[in-house]
């Protein structure tokens, strides 16, 4: 208690560069904490996908569909428990900056393939019977204040013409990283209406989503659902859902390498600001720390000194970083399109990961000047001229 | 014949730089007693500093005997002798070494840290020594808030705030105008004639050696 005093007293020292160093290290733990942020989002894209999931997609490239006729073909498979499919709609909702993933999907089986989307059941039984019904994710019914009953006008461009879906359902996220920004309507209903417009595109599934009964069998359900199509005009390639997200991102590897990296880096450069004032304080302070010995004070009070005052600063300015940190996040998520990055929230890892970072640098900033405070002979101490 | 506080026998001192031998103190002998008020005079760089430093263990000797109230210090070990100093010595400084975030009651407390006395105990300390050096309206002023002279007043209320037996100061009117140095020298002569202290004082100023019992002088190394 008696030496917390003097710790306050002594880092208010100098209010300024106290301030900056805490704005320094506020600064850097908040650019941490947004990079980490950015990084978990991606991460948990993958890890939301499920293992007992595979997607059949065209094997030349995701946007050339699929015939639907496969999909009795693949559900004879041994090992496969349901086959579902989804087309990518798109269109626009009143306004092109409202975007949110619009998809047609089997009423029938979608559901069940994907059991992290919660549906009551009457709601649900109301959707498989109207066939321009649709279900929303709730964060988008909150976005946009869908209500039961309400009609979402799309206007179509892959599938051009003015459509309208009546909400018969709001789906609840089963965990944070599912995915709630989903617009979700009949796949037969698109068709049929496609049918009779252009002829030559009925009949078409954009991906096929495999439900098989064991995970590890994931490889070799795969490499026989490719196998069925091999010598097709439209030969498939069916991979994880894990795979297939990380497919996507892999693009983008090298770039998460790099944030990954600089995230790090920045650890490194709190930890030479506040290295650099508490070395400059000791600095300053030799003659204080003579005069203390002097007195009869132990290393310990020097060590707890020094390593009270470079904690309580770290401590301060992560604590300040890592409360800028959320409304950051929030800004950026705010001004992102909804539905891109459905998994954009600060996690708790990066939370601790932040305040160790802190503490570590806290620690280590205090190494020199505790060295220099306990080498310095109390003699050579109290002759000492700033 | 009072007791013997300080007995010097035999002591050399020397400093090393980058391996070259630099002898400051050669074969002191000296005998303070209880109640003595010493004047440590001699040219700069004659050895008075290192003198002090060691009879106030925060210096080690490098040969000789150097016993202080019964204690050898130079047996001592290092955490040993801060227990030592903390119990014995009282330390006046030239430039006074008050710390600057602390109030004067804050640096006069600081020793007080150290031993087991309570947050009331400590007040009372304080605020009496304070009061036996004239400053017992100025206890909330920083240093900076305050004269040399009453800086200097402080620092020997710090030291003297744990009640040692001995008190060592190195040109304690060294940085001061004529006028507070005059009243640092009544201080200290009172703390010698009143409370009984033995003090050991360096000193330029012959004016400050008149007012201690004994003056002794240093030149070279060596005492005279
Ligand atoms: N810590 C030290 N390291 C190396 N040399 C030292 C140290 N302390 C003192 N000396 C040297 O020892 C000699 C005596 O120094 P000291 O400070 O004891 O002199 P002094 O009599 O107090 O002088 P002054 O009147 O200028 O204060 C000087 O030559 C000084 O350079
Ligand atoms: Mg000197």
């Known amino acids: 208690m008696r030496v917390l005093k003097l710790i306050f007293k002594n880092s208010l020292r100098h209010k300024l560069r106290t301030s900056l160093t805490i704005l320094g290290l506020a600064i850097a733990v908040m650019a941490f904490g947004v990079l980490r942020t950015v990084l978990d989002m991606w991460n948990e894209g993958v890890e939301a996908a499920a293992a007992n999931r595979l997607i059949a997609r065209q094997a030349v490239s995701f946007i050339f569909p699929l015939p639907y006729s496969y999909r009795d073909k693949i559900a004879k498979i041994p090992g496969v428990e349901t086959v579902s499919f989804a087309n990518w709609f798109q269109g626009v909702y009143i306004d092109k900056n409202n975007f949110f993933a619009r998809m047609a999907v089997d009423p029938e089986t979608f559901f069940s393939v994907y059991p992290e989307l919660l549906v009551n059941q009457k709601e649900f039984e109301t959707f498989k019977q109207e066939r321009n019904s649709c279900i929303v994710g709730a964060e988008i019914a909150k976005q946009y204040g869908f209500k039961i009953g309400d009609v979402i006008p799309i206007e ?5 013409g003015k459509w309208e879906f009546v909400v018969r359902g709001i789906y609840q996220p089963r965990d944070k990283s599912t995915d709630a920004t989903q617009m979700l309507f009949h796949w037969t209903y698109i068709d049929e ?3 009779q417009d252009m002829p030559g ?22 490499e026989q659902v490719d196998a069925l199509f091999k010598n097709s005009p439209n030969a498939t390639k069916t991979e994880t859902e894990r795979a297939f997200t990380q497919s996507f991102i892999s693009g983008l590897n090298s770039l998460l390498q790099a944030m990954n990296f600089v995230s790090f880096i920045i650890i490194g450069i709190i930890m030479l600001v506040l290295g650099n004032t508490m070395i400059m304080s000791a600095r ?3 003659r204080e720390y003579a005069v203390l010995k002097t007195l009869g004070f132990s290393a310990g009070h020097l060590v707890g000194l020094i390593l009270g005052e470079s904690l309580l600063i770290a401590a301060l300015g992560a604590g300040l970083g890592l409360l800028t940190t959320y409304p950051i996040v929030a800004g950026i998520s705010a001004v992102m399109p909804k539905g891109f990055f459905p998994y954009f929230f600060v996690t708790p890892t990066t939370i601790i990961l932040g305040a160790s970072a802190a503490l570590l640098v806290g620690f280590t900033a205090s190494i020199f000047p505790i060295q220099r405070a306990l080498r310095t002979r109390i003699v050579d101490g109290l002759r000492f001229l700033g | 014949m009072p007791n013997t506080l300080i007995d010097i026998k035999n002591l050399f001192k020397s400093y090393w730089r980058d391996s070259i031998e630099i002898p400051v103190l050669n074969d002191i002998t000296l005998e303070v007693h209880d109640g003595e008020f010493l004047a440590l005079m001699g ?10 430093n060691l009879i106030a263990g925060i210096d080690r000797p490098s040969k000789g005997s150097l016993t202080v109230s019964g204690t050898n210090i130079a047996d001592l070990g290092e955490s040993a002798l801060a227990k030592w100093r903390s119990q014995h010595v009282g330390f006046v400084f030239q430039f006074y070494n008050l710390l600057p975030v602390l109030t004067a009651f804050e640096n006069v407390e600081l020793p007080l840290l150290l031993t087991s006395l309570s947050k009331a105990e400590r007040k009372k300390h304080v605020e009496l020594v304070l009061d036996v050096v004239g400053l017992g309206d100025r206890m909330h002023h920083y240093p900076k808030q305050l004269s040399g002279g009453q800086e200097q007043r402080v620092a020997i209320a710090r030291a003297i705030v744990t009640d040692p037996t001995l008190l060592v100061a190195d040109e304690p009117t060294g940085d001061l105008d004529k006028h507070s140095a005059e009243e640092i020298l009544v201080l200290l002569d009172r703390l010698n004639q009143e409370f009984k202290k033995t003090i050991v004082m360096v000193t330029h100023d012959p004016r400050a050696a008149e007012r201690a019992t004994i003056q002794r002088h240093l030149d070279k190394g060596e005492l005279s």
Do not use: F, H, M
Not at chain 1, 201 to 222: L, T
């Open chain 1, 201 to 222: 595109r009925a009949g078409q599934v954009g991906w096929y989503i495999i439900k098989i009964k064991d995970p590890a069998q994931a490889a070799s359900i795969s």
């Open chain 1, 193 to 195: 209406r496609i049918k």
């Open chain 1, 284 to 286: 300053e302070r030799t």
């Open chain 2, 43 to 52: 040219p700069s760089g004659s050895g008075k500093t290192t003198l002090l």
């Open chain 1, 156 to 160: 179509g461009d892959i599938y051009p």
